[in-house]
């Protein structure tokens, strides 16, 4: 898919903290602490792998949450109204909130055809890793984004969305 990725690599060096920051803070920390994390003897590489694998999911688990319930989103419209992105709407909101990856797709200028939103993992088995960090990055820094081929138009955001006690995967009664 053919796209302006001088835009998209100027939001990437821009933005302060990217998925590719979380890993190296992983790192170093790990790096910080050597005595806590490193083992010797056979199979202590791997083993490190791993760990540091399991600490960036972590990691990068708990930076959405963070983001999906502190930072300004965009509202994401819904059936018969919007599911604000200020957590300040209602100050009695006591909801958990997660991030959700957006993509709504255009041909021209008809209306899109296309609007789904999805957990970062329904996003990754459906579209792959690689380009969820080319079109959204890892926890949302490249977005707002887009990207054109021909006169087709594929529009990237990130949207909170709020956790009810209910699976995360099922609204309304249904599954997602």
């Not at 760990?51 to 999911?57: C, G, N, Q, V, Y």
């Not at 820094?141 to 594929?154: G, H, I, V, Y």
């Amino acid at each position: 898919m053919a796209s302006d990725m001088d835009s998209v690599n100027e939001k990437a060096s821009s933005a302060r903290f990217t998925s590719d920051h979380l890993r190296n803070l992983v790192l170093d920390h790990v790096l910080d602490n050597p005595t806590i994390f490193l083992g010797d003897g056979p199979g202590a590489v791997e083993k490190l792998t791993a760990m540091l694998d399991s600490m960036t999911a972590l990691a990068e688990k708990v930076a959405l949450q963070s983001i999906a319930n502190r930072m300004h989103l965009e509202a994401l419209p819904t059936f018969d109204s919007q599911i604000h992105s200020d957590p300040h709407h209602d100050l009695n909101d006591d909801l958990l909130y997660e991030m959700r990856f957006r993509i709504v797709e255009q041909i021209g200028n008809e209306h899109p055809f296309k609007d789904e939103v999805m957990t970062k993992e329904e996003a990754i088995e459906e579209y792959g890793e690689d380009f969820i960090e080319q079109y959204w990055g890892g926890m949302g820094e490249r977005c707002p984004n887009s990207a054109t081929t021909a006169d087709r138009t594929l529009w990237f955001s990130v949207v909170r969305y709020p956790v009810t006690g209910q699976s995360q995967r099922t609204v309304f009664g249904s599954t997602l």
